[in-house]
């Protein structure tokens, strides 16, 4: 069964606090995306990767780093947590080609900042 | 504008009815559409994909309106269990991007 873990399910920070946000697949996908989820915003993309040591900005880079040192791993990075940064964190990858639409996701990290 | 826009409903239906909702993209660019489901508190999972002639997967149809640059998910027969978040994906044919619309909730009621 395929399988995209993240490191942590509920995360409580305080501003200004450094927050590591792991994930990792078990189907050696090349792309691995970072998105946040707010209500009536949907789900918005922060970083995507398509290969080891890539990557690329989404939509709503500002304020949040990426590593891909593995092809299996994906970390997000939020250098200095803000109270905006509150939200449901979701890491997902898929195959690189065909796109087929289909993007396998984790359970999603849930990031209180106070 | 935002690039994909759904109703947000919710839509409460009892067991048994048909239920059925839109969704809007502003790219005429896009290139492949697609229906995810997302359960309360989980994360979304692919639901189907639409294709142009239009598609069927048991109770759930979808359609592509690329005139009128929509898609639609129709459920026949709703179960509780169809209860749920629904979240339309489209794909730009030039740059890949995949892009979610906020979802279009469905509470099936006994």
């Known amino acids: 069964d395929v399988k995209v873990t993240q490191s942590s399910r509920y995360l409580v920070k305080r501003t200004g606090e450094k927050v590591f946000l792991e994930c990792v697949q078990d189907?050696?996908?090349?792309?691995m995306f970072w998105y946040r989820q707010d209500p009536g915003l949907g789900l918005r993309l922060i970083y995507f990767?398509?290969?080891?040591?890539?990557?690329e900005k989404g939509d709503i880079p500002e304020g949040y780093s990426v590593s891909r040192e593995k092809k299996e791993r994906f970390s997000l990075i939020l250098e200095s947590a803000s109270t905006n940064q509150t939200s449901m964190y979701l890491c997902?990858?898929?195959?690189?080609?065909?796109?087929?639409?289909?993007?396998?996701f984790g359970e999603g990290s849930r990031l209180t900042v106070l | 504008r935002k690039e994909v826009e759904q109703d947000p409903g919710p839509f409460n239906v009892p067991e048994g009815a048909t239920v059925a909702f839109n969704c809007t993209y502003s790219?005429?660019?896009?290139?492949?559409f697609f229906w995810y489901r997302q359960d309360c508190r989980k994360e979304p999972k692919l639901l189907m994909s639409?294709?142009?002639s239009g598609n069927e997967d048991g109770r759930f149809t979808a359609q592509l309106n690329r005139a009128s640059q929509y898609i639609s998910l129709l459920i026949r027969d709703s179960k509780l269990s169809d209860s749920a978040t629904y979240l339309c994906?489209?794909?730009?044919?030039?740059?890949?991007?995949?892009?979610f619309g906020a979802g279009t909730t469905v509470t099936v009621r006994a």
């Open positions: 997902a990858s898929s195959r690189r080609r065909p796109l087929t639409g289909e993007l396998f």
């Open positions: 189907m050696d996908h090349e792309n």
């Open positions: 990767s398509y290969d080891v040591k890539m990557k």
């Open positions: 790219n005429s660019a896009s290139q492949s």
């Open positions: 639409v294709y142009s």
């Open positions: 994906v489209v794909i730009r044919s030039n740059d890949y991007k995949l892009s």
